[in-house]
Protein backbone atom coordinates (compact mmCIF):
# COMPACT_ATOMS: atom_id res chain seq x y z
CA UNK A 1 0.00 0.00 0.00
CA UNK A 2 2.82 2.40 0.04
CA UNK A 3 4.15 2.21 -3.61
CA UNK A 4 2.77 4.91 -5.93
CA UNK A 5 0.40 3.82 -8.17
CA UNK A 6 3.24 3.72 -11.03
CA UNK A 7 5.01 1.37 -8.55
CA UNK A 8 2.09 -0.91 -7.43
CA UNK A 9 1.39 -1.74 -11.65
CA UNK A 10 5.25 -2.75 -12.00
CA UNK A 11 5.26 -5.05 -9.10
CA UNK A 12 2.23 -6.88 -10.81
CA UNK A 13 3.48 -6.62 -13.74
CA UNK A 14 6.83 -7.96 -12.65
CA UNK A 15 5.17 -10.76 -10.54
CA UNK A 16 3.30 -11.96 -13.70
CA UNK A 17 6.83 -11.79 -15.85
CA UNK A 18 8.11 -13.97 -12.66
CA UNK A 19 5.15 -16.46 -13.29
CA UNK A 20 6.38 -17.04 -16.39
CA UNK A 21 4.35 -14.63 -18.83
CA UNK A 22 5.77 -12.51 -21.33
CA UNK A 23 9.18 -14.43 -21.11
CA UNK A 24 11.38 -11.16 -19.55
CA UNK A 25 10.12 -7.52 -18.95
CA UNK A 26 10.99 -6.76 -22.49
CA UNK A 27 8.10 -8.30 -23.32
CA UNK A 28 5.82 -5.97 -21.14
CA UNK A 29 4.42 -3.15 -21.83
CA UNK A 30 3.02 -0.41 -19.61
CA UNK A 31 0.61 2.10 -20.97
CA UNK A 32 1.80 5.63 -20.57
CA UNK A 33 0.81 7.79 -17.14
CA UNK A 34 -3.05 9.96 -17.63
CA UNK A 35 -6.23 8.15 -19.04
CA UNK A 36 -5.03 4.57 -19.52
CA UNK A 37 -8.33 3.73 -21.17
CA UNK A 38 -8.69 0.96 -18.40
CA UNK A 39 -5.54 -0.99 -18.92
CA UNK A 40 -2.31 -0.68 -16.96
CA UNK A 41 -0.75 -3.15 -19.09
CA UNK A 42 -0.03 -5.59 -21.38
CA UNK A 43 2.22 -8.91 -21.02
CA UNK A 44 2.26 -11.67 -23.68
CA UNK A 45 0.57 -15.09 -22.63
CA UNK A 46 4.05 -17.08 -23.60
CA UNK A 47 7.48 -16.27 -25.07
CA UNK A 48 6.04 -16.49 -28.50
CA UNK A 49 3.40 -13.83 -27.74
CA UNK A 50 0.96 -15.85 -29.26
CA UNK A 51 -2.16 -14.26 -27.43
CA UNK A 52 -1.87 -10.87 -25.12
CA UNK A 53 -2.91 -10.44 -21.29
CA UNK A 54 -4.22 -6.90 -20.29
CA UNK A 55 -3.78 -6.19 -16.86
CA UNK A 56 -5.34 -3.38 -14.28
CA UNK A 57 -3.92 -2.88 -10.91
CA UNK A 58 -5.78 -2.17 -8.48
CA UNK A 59 -4.28 -0.53 -4.96
CA UNK A 60 -7.19 -0.23 -3.20
CA UNK A 61 -8.21 -0.76 0.42
CA UNK A 62 -11.91 -1.25 -0.18
CA UNK A 63 -13.53 -4.28 -1.97
CA UNK A 64 -13.49 -4.36 -6.12
CA UNK A 65 -16.99 -4.06 -6.93
CA UNK A 66 -18.46 -5.08 -10.17
CA UNK A 67 -18.68 -1.61 -12.04
CA UNK A 68 -14.84 -1.93 -12.08
CA UNK A 69 -14.61 -5.27 -13.44
CA UNK A 70 -17.58 -3.95 -16.09
CA UNK A 71 -14.84 -1.05 -16.86
CA UNK A 72 -12.21 -3.60 -17.29
CA UNK A 73 -14.02 -5.80 -19.88
CA UNK A 74 -15.21 -2.64 -21.80
CA UNK A 75 -11.62 -1.93 -22.15
CA UNK A 76 -10.59 -5.20 -23.10
CA UNK A 77 -13.07 -5.03 -25.94
CA UNK A 78 -11.48 -1.32 -26.33
CA UNK A 79 -8.25 -3.28 -27.27
CA UNK A 80 -9.38 -6.06 -29.30
CA UNK A 81 -8.08 -8.37 -26.04
CA UNK A 82 -10.22 -11.46 -24.86
CA UNK A 83 -8.27 -12.10 -21.46
CA UNK A 84 -7.11 -10.07 -18.54
CA UNK A 85 -5.91 -10.37 -14.87
CA UNK A 86 -7.01 -7.39 -12.45
CA UNK A 87 -4.68 -7.36 -8.99
CA UNK A 88 -5.75 -5.79 -6.21
CA UNK A 89 -4.41 -5.21 -2.48
CA UNK A 90 -7.73 -5.45 -1.21
CA UNK A 91 -10.44 -8.22 -1.88
CA UNK A 92 -12.99 -8.71 -4.68
CA UNK A 93 -16.70 -7.84 -4.11
CA UNK A 94 -19.12 -11.22 -4.44
CA UNK A 95 -21.03 -10.00 -7.22
CA UNK A 96 -17.66 -8.73 -8.90
CA UNK A 97 -17.09 -12.88 -8.60
CA UNK A 98 -20.29 -13.77 -9.88
CA UNK A 99 -19.73 -11.07 -12.66
CA UNK A 100 -16.53 -12.62 -13.80
CA UNK A 101 -18.28 -16.31 -13.38
CA UNK A 102 -21.12 -15.65 -15.86
CA UNK A 103 -18.54 -13.96 -18.84
CA UNK A 104 -18.95 -15.68 -21.96
CA UNK A 105 -16.08 -14.10 -24.30
CA UNK A 106 -13.86 -12.70 -22.12
CA UNK A 107 -11.74 -14.74 -19.76
CA UNK A 108 -11.01 -12.47 -16.43
CA UNK A 109 -8.95 -13.79 -13.60
CA UNK A 110 -9.06 -12.24 -9.98
CA UNK A 111 -5.79 -12.00 -7.98
CA UNK A 112 -7.09 -10.33 -4.38
CA UNK A 113 -3.94 -9.61 -1.88
CA UNK A 114 -3.79 -12.86 -0.13
CA UNK A 115 -3.54 -14.64 -3.46
CA UNK A 116 -1.14 -11.57 -4.76
CA UNK A 117 1.10 -12.34 -1.74
CA UNK A 118 1.38 -16.26 -1.84
CA UNK A 119 2.31 -15.71 -5.72
CA UNK A 120 4.97 -13.08 -4.54
CA UNK A 121 6.69 -15.43 -1.72
CA UNK A 122 5.99 -18.60 -4.47
CA UNK A 123 7.87 -17.17 -7.14
CA UNK A 124 10.37 -15.02 -5.39
CA UNK A 125 8.92 -11.27 -6.38
CA UNK A 126 9.70 -8.65 -3.80
CA UNK A 127 11.22 -11.11 -1.41
CA UNK A 128 14.98 -12.11 -0.26
CA UNK A 129 15.51 -15.54 1.48
CA UNK A 130 17.66 -15.32 4.73
CA UNK A 131 18.40 -18.81 5.19
CA UNK A 132 17.57 -22.24 3.87
CA UNK A 133 17.89 -25.40 5.25
CA UNK A 134 18.26 -29.17 3.50
CA UNK A 135 17.54 -31.73 5.97
CA UNK A 136 18.66 -34.96 4.20
CA UNK A 137 17.17 -38.79 5.20
CA UNK A 138 18.63 -42.02 3.60
CA UNK A 139 16.70 -43.14 0.48
CA UNK A 140 16.15 -46.55 1.30
CA UNK A 141 14.40 -47.53 -2.53
CA UNK A 142 17.86 -46.58 -3.76
CA UNK A 143 19.76 -49.35 -1.54
CA UNK A 144 16.90 -51.92 -1.82
CA UNK A 145 17.65 -51.43 -6.20
CA UNK A 146 21.26 -51.94 -5.81
CA UNK A 147 20.52 -55.39 -4.32
CA UNK A 148 18.54 -56.52 -7.08
Known amino acids: MHLPPEGFE ?3 LRLLVGMG ?6 GVQGVARGADGGVDGMVNQD ?9 QAKRWEGSVGRPVIQG ?5 AGVGASK ?3 MTTSTF ?7 VKALT ?8 GNLMTTLMLKHGIGVSARQSYAIQRMDEDFFLELED
Request: proline residues 0%.
Open 10 to 12: QLV
Open 21 to 26: YGGSMA
Open 47 to 55: HLGLDCICI
Open 72 to 76: FVGAL
Open 84 to 86: GVI
Open 93 to 99: AQSAQEY
Open 105 to 112: DRRIILVD
